[in-house]
């Protein structure tokens, strides 16, 4: 195979070329090292350069300020569903969950474990196509936080603003739209994000804190699941995913190049609405499923008029070069997911196949 194929897969996905020439050249042997990224100590200061770089570039894109730590963990945004709630559920052993998808549902399964959660909100009866308007939330002004899911990776529906909460600390799993678009970092008390959708590889897991709720976290914990025992040692208590770490360095460099988190959003709409107005103009051929002013600009959903059709044209764009286009199996139907690395020109050969397919069929 000699062409990169247009890769829609939802994670792990698609990265900058830049990026993966970048750390190929390096993979042998880092400049003025002699030995590989893969190789050396998490302690070298070669590292501490990788890592202090990861930071920073986050810190810059996203104006993250100095009362938030940066940790780099692993377990995936997986163990951030159970990290959370151990550490800052206590002492009120309560919380809000917004849930909008099956991830959301599985934060909150794990949040159970530990103590009481309220669901504020669920759009689960309507099999989740959309987000709950703010005031459709039963929110507890009392709990340890809320928590929502930014993008949801499987609907296809994202939040357009953050939920209004009042005082109570938001949480956010933002795993799948993390750096599609500059946010309000203050406006959180905790972001995570695992890297594999919009940041990097997959093994490392992004976690944004506001420095005062590292007092929630118990002595009592087990050691990995603190945040704070994290906190205190720059994400080095174990071995980081070194790896990753050098990757999100390099993406966020890359980032900045490009012009920013800004010029990012610009072009995440603009890719967007080729897929979204292509599908609005299709004579009902192919149908989004998501509310259209919840529509995700990271995970395009939409159906075919039947199932064999949906096969059959993932079938055929396997085959031309379209990679990934299945939906969740736990969803069915379709999914181009069109992140940050994701080229526009990928989008607007996929819509040529797409009118191709629909004249043939
Ligand atoms: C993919 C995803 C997860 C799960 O991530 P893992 O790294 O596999 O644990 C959680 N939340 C959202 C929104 C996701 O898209």
Known sequence: ??????????????????VLLEAQ?????????????????????????IIQGADQGLRTLLGINDNYTILFLQGGATLQFSMVPLNLMPP???ADYIVTGGWAKKAAKEAKRVGAVNIAA???TENFVRIPKQEELKLDPDASYVHFTSNNTLYGTEYKTEPEVGNVPLVCDASSDFMHKKIDVNKYALIYAGAQKNLGPAGVTVVIIRKDMLERSSDSLHTYMNYKIHADNGSMYNTPTTFGIYIIDLVCKHLIKLGGLDEMYKRNVEKASVLYDYMDNSDGFYRGTAHKEDRSLMNVCFRL??????????SEATKAGFSGLKGHRSVGGLRASIYNAFPKQGVVDLVQFMKDFKAKN
């Not at 195979?1 to 829609?8: C, D």
């Not at 050249?25 to 350069?49: C, N, Q």
């Open 1 to 18: 195979m000699e062409k990169r194929i247009y890769n829609f897969s939802a994670g792990p996905a698609i990265l900058p070329e830049e």
């Open 25 to 49: 050249k390096d993979l042998f042997m880092l400049p003025g090292v002699g030995m590989s990224i893969l190789e050396i100590s998490h302690r070298s200061k070669t590292f501490d350069a």
């Open 92 to 94: 009120k052993n309560k």
């Open 122 to 124: 669920s759009t689960e």
């Open 305 to 314: 008029p039947n199932e064999e059709l949906e096969a059959k044209l993932i």
